[in-house]
């Protein structure tokens, strides 16, 4: 009956189209994805055993669109889903769909969307399918311009929860203003000015999920919770300022121990960049600011806000081993980055240029010694939380101090080495292990032997000090343009367990359409993606992944 409703929903907003002032011609557009698993039973890396033969991740997106009209549906296939996702995860029907009127300077959404106040610190609703993450808002949002510089956003709806949506509504609006239209000085002078201010509300039944002190008190929950942000970001030639603040009223939720502390972030970001130099320095403290359509859960779902890592997003195996995921209590984080590129025809740069990049990065947590009813680590259930002076810090959580180096030697021969060393507080970010310490190196050289044949291979090293110690990595790609690529790898753990985690794949492009057949090991570890994380286990078998988008 649901996937029923589901199909009807969509049939109506199919048949809605012809109906809506549409002008000039209607185009149909959209994707699919689908990733397949076909496990096999591992005792020696200790894979879960699953009764389906072949499990599946798949997606198919649609939308029909005109001048002034677009309606969009997407049907998802998760009934037997790839391993580490949450338990909710599984299902299958037509979870996403909207239509999207749009004239001159407004836009009306009516059905499910996605949209981001700011940097996200009070709303950032988004889809992450390598994590399981669809947090969108079905219901309506407006967005209007009335002038130009001005942008000003109103929305509300109720916020999906895998195949369901949470009880609560949340609600809110966004203004930004471009003083450059309105102070011809600024815009003269090439210097830009954006102002910004957002308002969220939630509003959650005190009664949803009743939170008993003990067998007769219960906690006198607030069905109102509002946040809001404000923030200012100045550019000039190539310098960038942004300075952005939030605020979150009493929250209490599982992720704080279900106390009334209020939450905050402040971040300050800076820029600059010209041709051949770039340099970033930001910082960021936040504070209890952990926002959700349903406050007694946990996991990856059902989050209102985004809270950025502040650290480096690693391709390179061995380097994103131990990912970073943003501590929702609190944390201090810094980031500094700084790139160069040697010009070619001189001493470092050679005949073809030398481009060098420096990354740290550096989080700590929040110094407590403030706490009220310093027990269980803090947390009272129904205390007003805990308090800490601005600048004090706590344990260093995460340190990530790496530099790479990109070099062309010959026409046709280049390399890029990788230095990193890194400090990663396990207890912290999953529970237990103490602080891993690293120190990895990477060399990844590219060989082009014609205009259509090219080898890359890589090697890394990590020395790790804790857990299961050091790390092996090689990887060999051939690619056969346009149509062709065969990669090999395997990720050998050298240190505790001598597993071998090895990895053959073969990919097929033709126009839109990627295919690519695998056969392998993975470790289990984490996922992680802008400071979110999911667990996957351990997996062994064959794989099937097909994109095509038209």
């Known amino acids: 009956m649901r996937a029923f409703y589901r199909f009807s929903l969509l049939t109506m907003l199919v048949a809605l189209l012809p109906a809506l002032p549409v002008s000039g011609q209607v185009t149909l557009s959209g994707s699919i994805q689908s990733d397949v698993l076909i496990p096999q039973d591992d005792d020696e890396i200790g894979t879960e055993h699953y009764s389906e033969w072949a499990l599946t991740n798949t997606y198919v997106d649609l939308k029909l669109g005109s001048k002034y009209v677009e309606a969009g549906a997407r049907f998802e296939y998760l009934q037997h889903p790839l391993p580490g996702y949450e338990p909710d995860f599984k299902g299958w029907g037509v979870p996403h769909m909207y239509v999207k009127g749009h004239y001159k300077n407004v836009e009306l959404t009516v059905g499910d969307y996605y949209d981001e106040f700011g940097s996200g610190f009070v709303l950032r609703t988004y889809e992450e399918r390598s994590l399981g993450i669809d947090n969108a808002l079905r219901g309506v949002h407006l967005l209007y311009k009335p002038v130009n510089g001005v942008t000003v956003k109103a929305l509300t709806g109720k916020q999906r929860r895998y195949w369901r949506h949470n009880d609560a509504l949340v609600s809110g609006a966004d203004v930004e203003l471009g003083l450059g239209q309105f102070i011809k000085s600024l815009e003269q002078s090439g210097t830009h000015i954006t102002l910004g201010g957002s308002w969220v509300n939630k509003h959650e039944d005190a009664d949803v999920d009743a939170i008993f002190v003990d067998a007769t008190h219960k906690l006198n929950l607030p069905e109102y919770v509002n946040a809001w942000d404000a923030r200012i970001n100045v550019n000039h030639k190539g310098f960038n300022v942004l300075a952005e603040y939030a605020q979150k009223t009493q929250d209490p939720s599982f992720d704080n121990g279900f106390h009334y502390g209020k939450g905050n972030v402040a971040m300050l970001s800076t820029s600059y960049s010209q041709k051949g130099m770039s340099v970033l320095l930001q910082a960021k403290r936040s504070q209890g600011m952990s926002f959700r359509s349903r406050r007694n859960i946990n996991g990856t779902s059902s ?80 205390s007003d939380g805990y308090k800490s002076s601005f600048f004090k810090m706590g344990d260093l959580y995460y340190q990530d101090i790496n530099v790479m180096i990109d070099k062309r030697f010959t026409r046709d021969f280049s390399l890029i080495f990788m230095y990193m060393n890194q400090r990663y507080n396990m207890t912290v970010v999953e529970g237990h292990g103490g602080m891993i310490k690293s120190n990895i190196f990477v060399a990844d050289g590219k060989y082009k032997f014609s205009p259509k044949v090219t080898l890359r291979c890589e090697a890394q090293y990590q020395f790790c000090k804790g857990d299961e110690g050091d790390w092996a990595f090689a990887l060999a790609e051939l690619s056969l343009a346009p149509h062709w690529m065969f990669t090999v790898s395997d990720q050998w753990n050298c240190g505790v367990t001598d597993l071998h985690y090895y990895q053959a794949l073969v990919t097929f492009s033709l126009k839109s359409h990627r295919i690519q057949v695998g056969y392998g090991r993975t470790d289990d570890g984490y996922n992680c993606s802008g400071g979110v994380c999911r667990w996957v286990p351990a997996s062994k078998g064959f794989t099937l992944s097909y994109n095509y988008s038209f």
């Open 303 to 382: 989050f209102i806000n985004h809270l950025p890592a502040f650290t480096h997003d690693h391709t390179y195996a061995l380097a994103a081993n131990y990912p970073y995921a943003t501590q929702l209590d609190g944390e201090w984080a810094f980031q500094a980055e700084v790139g160069y590129t040697f010009k070619k025809n001189t001493a470092l740069g050679g005949k073809y240029g030398t481009k060098v990049k420096l990354n740290v990065s550096h989080v700590r947590g929040i110094d407590e010694d403030g706490i009220k009813n310093p027990v269980a680590e803090g947390r009272v259930i129904g």
